[in-house]
């Protein structure tokens, strides 16, 4: 398996009534698989939830819940209330079926801290990516969601060949982007229409977005973070594989929902794009962040990684 993707599926609910499926895990996993790898799924949903549309092509592991995570957005005159009506079994070392062989990328992608830290020693993987935002949500009582602390931050981020974040996940809060950077290989922050900023090598760049007539951005990020790892672990440096997931999520929010994950033929014209391009567009602003020594430790595991996947390993 290349690419296995663990977090729970989730049903947003409209305010129509209706419910929508989503969550990192639908996201990423669809994109990795627009990107021609061989993807799994680990994640929780009530027994009559069908996920054969959402994953199609997908290898799907499904631990049993008697209930679906649910998720409400509310818009009001201070902005977006997040709610939170239900949510699926936690996603353990003791509940997770056991995956034969080792994968090329392990992705942590929790939306309700549904993903214990412990799945990353148990899995084992060429590259471990993760995608916090899951980690750091809190609800109270009502369900109401709202900021918290990444308690398992020093447990992984060591062990993580790259992070993904958005603005909104770390507030704003550049110092603790740059802190959490130093302490990992690679990391970004996603910054919708204005791109997003990679930490590697002790460097920091920015890269802009491509335009794009934005319809909803739901999801994007989890794009953005599906082709970011893919492409490291295929062997890019840090800013061409910003460069080809900016491309990808720019074209997401032309459509709503599910329907704005990659066509293959979608994923030919970016990597055209971004030839084309060359290394334009990147904008180095100063050192921070990653350690170099981490960066080229990640680098090497990529290599051999995507070696082993050429020869026919790594399965």
Known sequence: MDYLVI????????????????????YAAR??????????VITSAEDGLDLSAVFSGIEVYRVPAPGTTVFENRYTPAGRVQFLHSRASPLTANTAP????????????????ECDPSLADIIPADFLGLTPQGWMRRWDGLGRVFPGLWESAGQLLSRADAVVLSEEDIGGDEALAAHWASQTRVLAVTRGARGCSVYADGRIWH???FPAQEVDP????DIFAAV?????????DPVAAARLANCLAAISVTRP???????????????ERRRSQGSGGAEERGS????????????ERRCRGAEERRSGGGE
């Open 7 to 26: 977090g729970h599926i989730t049903q947003d609910l409209l305010p129509d009534g209706t419910r929508t499926p989503g969550g990192t895990v639908s």
């Open 31 to 40: 994109t990795a698989h627009a990107l021609g790898l061989r993807v799994g």
């Open 98 to 113: 056991q995956i034969p062989g080792r994968v090329g990328v392990l992705h942590l992608g929790p939306v309700a801290a």
């Open 207 to 209: 890269l802009p977005a």
């Open 218 to 221: 739901t999801g994007a990020g």
């Open 228 to 236: 970011f790892f893919t492409q490291l672990w295929r062997g890019d």
């Open 257 to 271: 929902g599910l329907a704005g994950t990659p066509t293959p033929e979608e994923v030919d014209r970016c990597m």
């Open 288 to 299: 921070g962040g990653a350690g170099e020594r981490g960066s080229r430790g990640a680098g």
